[in-house]
Structure formats: C-alpha cells, structure tokens
C-alpha cells in the first residue's frame, strides 16, 4: 500500500505508459484469437514498434539501455554456478534467511499448483495421473533447477493440452522444448537483451488481469458463494499484509468451510435396532421369535466421515430422540466405526462424555470397525475403560454376541426334537409327521465338511441339533460367511436351481442332520401338494433372510 501511494504521487512516465499500450493490445487481440501464434507475434510486434519509436526519437541502442528501455547486455549465457566459492562467500546470510516466507510460499504453490494441475488434466487427457510419482518428480527437478541456478518450475495445463492437440504426446516433446531453453541461454542472450522492457511489463500485466478476471469475475459463475468469497478474501490479504499469509488464511478458511460442511453432512450414517438388522446365523422359529421380541432394545449407529467436535453433538441429539422413540428401553448402543475417516480428540472427549452418560443409565455401549489409529485416540480419551474391551471386528460379531446373551438369558434353544421343530415351523403336527416319513437322519462330527464347492446338488438337509457354517478356503484358512445353527436348512439353493454346490459347509461342532434328497422333494410335489407348498414357503423365508444378509454385504463393498 505504501508502494502504491507513492507511485501515485510521482508523474506518469513514459515507460508505464507504453507498458499500459502493450498489455492493452495483448488483451485486446488474445480475447478475439487463442490462436497459438498470437503471444509469440504479439511479442515480436510490439518490440519492433518500440524500437522504431526509439530510433524516431533519436535513441541509439546504448542510450535506450541507459535510459531504461532495454536490459543491459548479458554478460554471461549461462547462469553462473551456484556453489561457486566467491559467490557464497558474498551471501548474506540474514538477509537470505528472512526471506523464509517466500521459501514456505513456494513450497506450498509449487505442490497445491501440482495436484491442480494433475486434476485438471486427468479430465482432459481421461487419464488416470500418478501423483505420487509426480510429486517426486517435482521435487527432484526443482532441486536439480536450482543447483545450477534455474527458477521454480511446475506443470502447465495449457501448454500440456496443446501439446497433445498438436500431436506431441511422447516425452521427447519435453526434450526438444528442453533444448530449445538451453539453445537460448546458449545463444539467445544478445537477442533477449534487445527485447524492450515495457514489452515484459505489458506481458506481466496482461497475465495479472487475466488472472483477476478469471478469478474474481469468471470464477463466480462456477464457484459457490464461500469458496468465492474465500477468493475476495485472499486477495484483499494479498494486497494488504502479503502473499504468505494470504496463502494461510485460504487454507484455515477452507478448513472451517470443510469443517462446517462436514457437520452438516452429519456423521451419522443410519441408525436401526437388532430387528432392522439381518445377521448370518440362521435359526430357529423359536429363537427368532425370542430374539425378535428383545431386539429393539440394541441400538445400531453406523457412523461415517471425519467426527469432531461439531458432528459429535449430533450424534448425542440422534442417540436421545431414537431412545426417546423407542418402544422398549435401549439395554445396548452400537457404535460402528467402519466408514469413519478419522475422529480427533475433542470428539473422543465429546463420544467419552456420552458414554459415561449411558454407562449411569445401565445402557453398554459396544464399538465396531474401530482401527489402530482411532482405538489409541479413543482408550487415551477415556471411551475405552480399562479393563473393559468391548471392540468387535463388525456389527455382525456385535448382533451375534448380543443373541446368544439374550437365549442363555431366557434359557431358549431349539429343541432337539426335530418333530416339535417341524411343527412350530408349518403350525401343523400332520405335515410334520408326513415330512418325516422322507427324511434321513445323518451324523456330521466336528471339522468334517458336509460338501464342498462344487459338489453335485443331490439333497437339502436341516440342522437337527449342532452347527455348521459355509466357509471360504483363501491360503488355507476356512474364513466363515454364514452359520446355520439348529432349525436351519442347508443346501437349497442347489437343489432348486439344480447347480453345483456354491460354498463349503463345515460343521463347527458335532451335528445331527435331516437330509431330503433331490428325488424325495421331487416326489413330494408331484404326490403331496400341501406338503410341498409349506415346504417351498419354510425355504424362501430362510433365502429372504440370507438375501437381505448379502444384499447388506454388497451395500457395504460399494460403500
């Protein structure tokens, strides 16, 4: 600002003046043309013209240097070496540290103008970029540039895209533009030093109103109202206390915005009770109506996002009106970390003062999904008392721990009388006694595997009493993804469809089965219709169950 009063105090030389006319006509003529010759014959113009007013004033080439229209002549081609022992002899090293600022600016561009750059030409190239590799790249080069005495280089979007439009899509286009630069410190330097300077100003001046035209008024009609006033904001810092901290005031600025968007994005996901939630363990008619009558009091809060402070405070208000609406007191809150980012502390601190508050109402409140990093920031803010680990790998560990605490409570099993079983499911003791009639009584040990993935599909069996699980088999170990407990059925699936066997199905303890085979269904629907339609109805409320659990499994891949 001081600069700017005292230039404008002091009279209006001609040097600005034709540095005004040259930015002007470079305005003027690009806005109508982006042809690629347009700068280049734009510079060339201009020069010719200034010199030709020189030598209508008078001016030799001497006298124009000394009066300030031209450089002086380089005296060297090259730059000089930056390590050389009289030039770091000469450094003042104060001076050269208080300019820190400028150092941390570069840094800070060079790297947001990289991942700008990158973004924006993977959309024009369609193109996936390796920005990793490219920031090395950056870094090496530029390092590599100032050691012998080179400016800080970067990306150019424009001149990339016109590179590929003219057909230059291999990297010796950057080679040749390469020896093109060094030919001219080589060779260029008398003819660069003839350029006039008030064509250099007129560029620099045309490129800063470009630049303020396609930020402050292009911009606004692609930018939303906070990230444009960041804009405005950033410039008027830059006017008044200086690049570096309007670099710094863009991000915090940009960081509340995001931290104001977040908290209205909220971080809760959804939330539902045990009922809303299809597990992978099938059971019984008897168990599923025990667990049924008990399963609004878990509360199932799938969290997501970044969790701080502001999005904590939602999470509270959601927890209290769903136990407010709650038909049954809430006994358990789940809260699943899965899709969370990241939390910091004064969420944790925040999630800790709920969790007390539930712990004073005799409401347990379980985790899941929960990683390294955040497990550390939850135990150091107290919502993971010692002693007390209640960390499950996924909801699904959490609705089973929750279902075999609510059976032994309530002292349900399935019976082990397949008959009493059978009734309970068709509600009618003659069907039951006529399904028997073709079943099979088989013994299946602990650690044997019922069949294998791609077996022939020859029976379906119920679960008379044990359990048994359907497996993956990945480098050795048997990974479980659905467990059939007693009054399950196993197998149906093939036998329906009339294809191979799809998963392995190995019993996790000694288990009793009732095998039906292919030719005893079949027999079933051709002689004993009513049999065969309460057959059909017990085995599509067992695949909706197992539907619903893998429809559930997908969402969360996608997720």
């Known amino acids: 600002m001081a600069w700017l009063a005292g230039f404008?105090?002091?009279?209006?030389?001609?040097?600005?003046?034709?540095?005004?006319?040259?930015?002007?006509?470079?305005?003027?003529?690009?806005?109508?043309?982006?042809?690629?010759?347009?700068?280049?014959?734009?510079?060339?113009?201009?020069?010719?013209?200034?010199?030709?007013?020189?030598?209508?004033?008078?001016?030799?080439?001497?006298?124009?240097?000394?009066?300030?229209?031209?450089m002086h002549a380089f005296e060297l081609s090259m730059?000089?070496?930056?390590?050389?022992?009289?030039?770091?002899?000469?450094?003042?090293?104060?001076?050269?540290?208080?300019?820190?600022?400028?150092?941390v600016s570069v840094i800070l561009v060079s790297t947001i103008a990289l991942l700008l750059?990158?973004?924006?030409?993977?959309?024009?190239?369609?193109?996936?970029?390796?920005?990793?590799?490219?920031?090395?790249?950056?870094?090496?080069?530029?390092?590599?540039?100032?050691?012998?005495?080179?400016?800080?280089?970067?990306?150019?979007?424009?001149?990339?895209?016109?590179?590929?439009d003219a057909g230059a899509v291999s990297r010796m286009s950057g080679v040749f533009k390469a020896g093109v630069c060094l030919l001219a410190m080589v060779f260029g330097g008398p003819l660069l030093a003839l350029i006039p300077k008030p064509v250099l100003a007129g560029i620099l001046l045309f490129m800063g109103f470009s630049m303020l035209k396609a930020w402050l008024v292009d911009a606004r009609s692609r930018l939303g109202m906070s990230d444009y006033l960041v804009v405005l904001s950033m410039v008027f810092i830059t006017i008044v206390a200086g690049y570096l901290p309007a670099v710094f005031a863009g991000v915090i600025f940009c960081c509340f915005d995001f931290a104001f968007i977040s908290a209205k994005l909220g971080s809760v996901r959804r939330i539902s009770n045990r009922n809303a939630w299809p597990g992978?363990?099938?059971?019984?008619?008897?168990?599923?109506?025990?667990?049924?009558?008990?399963?609004?009091?878990?509360?199932?809060?799938?969290?997501?996002?970044?969790?701080?402070?502001?999005?904590?405070?939602?999470l509270s208000l959601k927890i209290e009106s769903t136990e407010m609406a709650s038909n049954r007191p809430i006994r358990q809150i789940l809260l699943d970390f899965r899709r969370v980012l990241n939390i910091d502390s004064s969420a944790a601190v925040a999630l800790a003062r709920i969790i007390k508050k539930s712990a004073k109402a005799d409401v347990d409140i379980a985790f899941s999904g929960v990683s390294r990093s955040m497990e550390k920031i939850l135990a150091a803010n107290g919502c993971l008392p010692a002693g007390i680990r209640r960390l499950f790998t996924d909801i699904d560990q959490v609705v089973v721990s929750w279902?075999?605490?609510?059976?032994?409570?309530?002292?349900?099993?399935?019976?082990?009388?397949?008959?009493?079983?059978?009734?309970?499911?068709?509600?009618?003791?003659?069907?039951?006694?006529?399904?028997?009639?073709?079943?099979?009584?088989?013994?299946?040990?602990?650690?044997?595997?019922l069949f294998r993935k791609g077996d022939a599909s020859d029976a379906l069996f119920w679960v008379q009493s044990g359990r048994l699980a359907a497996v993956i088999d990945p480098?050795?170990?048997?990974?479980r993804l659905f467990t059939f407990q007693t009054g399950g059925t196993v197998g149906e699936m093939g036998v329906f469809r009339d294809v191979a066997r799809s998963a392995d199905i190995l019993a996790e303890e000694n288990s009793t089965l009732q095998k039906l085979t292919r030719s005893r269904l079949q027999f079933i629907e051709q002689n004993d219709p009513e049999l065969a339609i309460h057959l059909h109805r017990l085995f599509v409320r067992f695949l909706a169950t197992r539907l619903d659990y893998s429809n559930r499994q997908i969402e969360g891949l996608v997720a």
Do not use: C, Y
């Not at 390590?83 to 540290?97: D, G, K, M, T």
């Not at 990793?132 to 100032?146: E, Q, W």
């Not at 409570?409 to 028997?436: N, Y």
């Open 8 to 70: 404008l105090s002091t009279p209006v030389q001609p040097l600005l003046i034709s540095s005004i006319l040259v930015a002007t006509a470079f305005w003027l003529v690009s806005q109508r043309s982006k042809h690629i010759f347009i700068i280049p014959g734009l510079i060339l113009f201009s020069s010719l013209a200034i010199h030709g007013w020189l030598r209508f004033s008078g001016l030799d080439i001497e006298s124009a240097r000394r009066d300030g229209w031209l």
């Open 280 to 314: 992978r363990v099938e059971r019984g008619l008897a168990e599923k109506k025990a667990l049924e009558a008990r399963g609004g009091e878990v509360m199932i809060v799938e969290l997501q996002g970044v969790l701080f402070f502001g999005s904590i405070r939602e």
């Open 475 to 479: 480098q050795g170990k048997n990974l």
């Open 79 to 103: 730059p000089a070496f930056v390590f050389r022992q009289e030039l770091l002899e000469s450094i003042h090293w104060p001076v050269l540290i208080s300019q820190w600022g400028g150092f």
């Open 117 to 164: 750059s990158n973004s924006s030409l993977e959309v024009a190239f369609d193109e996936e970029a390796d920005f990793n590799r490219d920031l090395k790249v950056l870094g090496l080069g530029n390092i590599l540039l100032g050691v012998f005495g080179g400016l800080v280089s970067g990306i150019s979007i424009s001149r990339s895209v016109l590179n590929v």
């Open 403 to 449: 279902d075999e605490g609510i059976l032994a409570s309530l002292q349900v099993s399935a019976a082990h009388d397949f008959k009493k079983t059978l009734v309970q499911e068709f509600g009618d003791a003659v069907l039951a006694e006529r399904l028997l009639g073709h079943l099979e009584t088989i013994q299946l040990e602990s650690g044997h595997f």
